[in-house]
């Protein structure tokens, strides 16, 4: 049987080289089950694999899509039959082909059963963005870090960070302009630095010494990042999360590393996920649904487009991602959410 599927048939950094396709649809091994794709978004992993720029990339040709939700169609036996006829969001697992298609396989453990509270929209991010708040609070508990600084903090991480972490930890969120600010404002944010203002070193610097600051999460890399490692204090750390200069960063590792004893960490979601123990995992999942729904998070949504339409325009629906996120439905055409 075939499917229409997004295809990269190279990495493009013009993201020119997508086209729909007839492909084959994927089977499920054992302990894996087969989704129909109700909508995948556009996250800022997958156009760095697009482009050329992530630091692991699949063989061209290839099917985008890192997450999606969807409903359970089939299995391979095993724990998947447990999940047919469900609404999950759920993971590509890596190596294989993507979310950007009619159906997609994927392993039990990489799928969240969704109850009816969480509409396709909200929960589509659940397990990148929601997740990724959580596991970063429990990095910093472990770690003890009390304050730290938190950039693109406007992005859909960012603004769950700012609800997971309320009330047990001061958090700086830096952001890149007025706009984004606001929407941190508007969930409470007390501390909110512009970067892209002439006063932010010196602002950064004072509220990491009255804070007392001794971590940074950084999703920006380049410059920023190393301006950082700069501002905090010693033996302070930098915790990567994504790159989205970018642009390396790029330190005096005798001064920063070795002088002032400070440390440079990633963070990524899958690793954290694969060492948490079963009850552990599970209380995770519990705590990160818990920051959507009706009354918590809710996902911001720009464009919903279809698969033809993601592969013919894709630069143009991603150019301003401050404005919202972009789906892609299989069964939909280009719409703009009311």
Known sequence: MTMRAVVASDHDPSLGALAVHDVARPSPRRHQVLIKVHCAPVNPIDVMILRGTYPALPPAPFIPGAVGVGTVVGHGGGLGRVLVGRRVVFAAPPGSPGTWAEYACTGVSLCVPLGDRFNDSDAVNLLANGMTAVGLTDLLDRSRHESVVFTAAASEVGQLFNRV??????????????????????????????????????????????????????????????????????????????????????????????????????????????????????????????????????????????????????????????????????????????
């Open 165 to 338: 972490t309320r009330g047990r930890r001061s958090l700086i969120n830096v952001v890149r302009s007025d706009t984004q600010a606001d929407i941190l404002h508007r969930l409470g944010a007390r501390i909110v630095l512009n970067s892209s203002t002439d006063d932010f070193p010196a602002q950064l610097g004072s509220w990491i010494e009255r804070t007392g600051a001794t971590a940074a999460i950084d999703s920006v890399g380049g410059t920023l990042a190393a301006s950082l490692l700069d501002a905090l204090p010693d033996r302070a750390e930098l915790i990567s999360i994504g790159r989205l200069s970018g642009e390396p960063v790029t330190i005096d590792a005798l001064t920063n590393l070795t002088y002032r004893q400070q440390h440079m960490t990633g963070f990524s979601i899958y690793a954290w996920l694969d060492n948490l123990s079963p009850a552990r995992r599970i209380r995770a999942i519990h705590r990160a649904r818990r920051l959507y729904g009706p009354h918590g998070h809710r996902t911001r949504v720009q464009h919903i487009a279809g698969l033809d339409d993601a592969a013919q325009r894709l630069p143009d629906l991603i150019a301003n991602t401050s404005a919202g996120k972009t789906l892609i439905s299989p069964l939909s055409g280009a719409t703009r959410p009311s």
